[in-house]
């Protein structure tokens, strides 16, 4: 199996200071007690997440962008309800108690949630970069007050067993395919039970990796564009004090972005055909 690296990250229970601050914003703002890893990565590079906050702050925090991926919602279930398996798999079988089966749904249906609005999020944060946008002076989100679900931990690399690990190089070929170089937040979230991790890959290996599929995506990767480029045209003027990115950190996000959105259009695909498979 090819080797599949994970980002580097500053995790969520490490961030301080201001990235802390971005970080618990955008959890807020999204609805959901996680912040992606495509944040986690922005944060490794110096002012990129700062930035990157002004610019999609106030369209991630005016739901703006979570209409926007609620038509990307929309699309996959229109398409993907043929795409399940037979029989659901019972999370009781694999030995979790109702609590845990609790939060194993609640984690994935985060995820549901939180990538569309991420998509079209990136999408447009590639648009304003390649157009050499500027974005507002930046300036620290306020402490969030909100009160979210709590899900599950999500799991570090260092010191995970080798057979997890293979596990969830596997989930990724599965899932963001062979050539991806990350390995899903999603699925580190339930290395407590390998056995889940094996269940999820019995059930992407029934679905296959079919030319429906494969087109699915492809639909949500276009409407993703169309719908960054309608916010991309009212992004109001930034103002006094706009700040663009130097050359080298509109590259680095840039690339970020071109590496992340394909992979959160599958996740997309993959979470609303994952969902409907597990029962309690």
Not at 181 to 199: C, G, K, Q, V, Y
Request: contains cysteine; aromatic residues 6%.
């Amino acid at each position: 199996m090819p080797e599949t690296q994970p980002f580097p990250e500053i995790p969520f229970a490490e961030a301080t200071g201001d990235i802390r601050l971005i970080y618990d914003a955008i959890s807020e703002a999204l609805g959901v007690g996680l912040v992606n890893l495509v944040y986690r990565h922005l944060a490794t590079k110096q002012g990129c997440l700062e930035w990157t906050w002004s610019l999609l702050g106030p369209n991630l925090q005016d739901g703006t962008l979570a209409r926007h991926g609620e038509r990307l919602v929309a699309l996959v279930g229109e398409n993907a309800g043929a795409a399940h398996a037979s029989p659901a798999i019972s999370l009781a079988s694999l030995g979790l108690d109702d609590r845990d089966a609790a939060s194993v749904l609640c984690t994935i249906d985060a995820y549901n949630r939180a990538n569309p609005v991420n998509a079209v999020a990136f999408q447009l944060l590639h648009m304003a970069v390649k157009g050499d946008f500027a974005a507002p002076r930046y300036v620290a989100p306020p402490r969030g007050r909100a009160s979210l679900d709590a899900l599950l931990p999500i799991a570090a690399f260092d010191g995970l067993p080798t057979a997890t690990h293979d596990l969830l190089r596997q989930l990724a070929v599965q899932t963001v395919g062979a050539n991806a170089p990350m390995i899903p937040s999603l699925f580190r979230h339930f290395t407590d039970w390998p056995n889940l991790l094996e269940a999820f890959s019995e059930i992407f290996r029934a679905l296959g990796d079919s030319a429906e599929r494969e087109a699915l995506v492809a639909r949500v990767m276009a409407a993703v564009g169309e719908q960054a480029g309608a916010v991309l045209d009212d992004l109001p003027d930034p103002g006094d004090g706009a700040v663009r990115l130097a050359p080298p950190l509109r590259t680095a996000v840039a690339e970020t972005a071109t590496n992340f959105v394909p992979a959160i259009c599958n996740m997309i695909v993959i979470g609303a055909m994952l969902r409907p498979n597990l029962g309690r």
